[in-house]
C-alpha cells in the first residue's frame, strides 16, 4: 500500500500569478465562476450518494485547481477522488469539508489578487 501524497505547505497563486500576469487574472476569474458550479454539484452528488459523480467532479476540479496554482486544493480534491475509488466513501464528509475550507481561501485570494488590477 503507498502512502498518502503530504499535504502541501503552500500553493503556488502567487508564482502563476507573476509569471502570467493579466492572462493569470482571467484564468482566476473563469476559476472562481467555474468552481461555485462545481462545488454546488459536489454537495448534490454528496447529498444524493452518487459517488461516480463525486468522483468525476472532484477530479475535473483538481485539474482546474493545480492548472491555477492552487496545488493545496487539487490535493484535496485528488483525495476525494482517490477515497471514492478504493471505497472509503466513510471519508466524503471530513474530505469535502476540507475541500469547501480551501475553496473559500483560494477565492478570498485569487479576489484580492484580482482586484489589485
Same mark, same amino acid.
Given at each position: ?18 509569471l ?18 462545481r462545488?454546488?454539484?459536489?454537495? !448534490?452528488?454528496? +447529498? #444524493? ?6 468522483? %468525476?467532479?472532484? =477530479?475535473?476540479?483538481?485539474? *482546474? ?22 471505497? !472509503?466513501?466513510? +471519508? #466524503? ?6 475541500? %469547501?475550507?480551501? =475553496?473559500?481561501?483560494?477565492? *478570498? ?9
Open positions: 500500500m503507498m502512502p498518502a501524497p503530504s499535504l502541501p505547505d503552500t500553493d503556488e497563486l502567487d508564482t502563476l500569478h507573476s502570467l500576469g493579466e492572462e493569470f487574472t482571467d484564468i482566476a476569474r473563469l476559476f472562481l465562476s467555474d468552481s461555485v458550479t462545488l454546488h454539484a459536489l454537495e !448534490h452528488a454528496q +447529498q #444524493t450518494d452518487d459517488h461516480a459523480t463525486l468522483a %468525476k467532479i472532484s =477530479h475535473i476540479l483538481c485539474g *482546474s485547481a493545480a492548472t491555477l496554482g492552487a496545488t493545496v486544493l487539487a490535493h484535496h480534491c485528488r483525495a476525494l477522488e482517490t477515497a471514492l475509488k478504493h471505497g !472509503h466513501i466513510m +471519508q #466524503t464528509s471530513t474530505l469535502l469539508m476540507a475541500i %469547501k475550507e480551501e =475553496h473559500q481561501h483560494v477565492v *478570498s485570494r485569487l479576489e484580492k489578487m484580482i482586484h489589485r488590477h
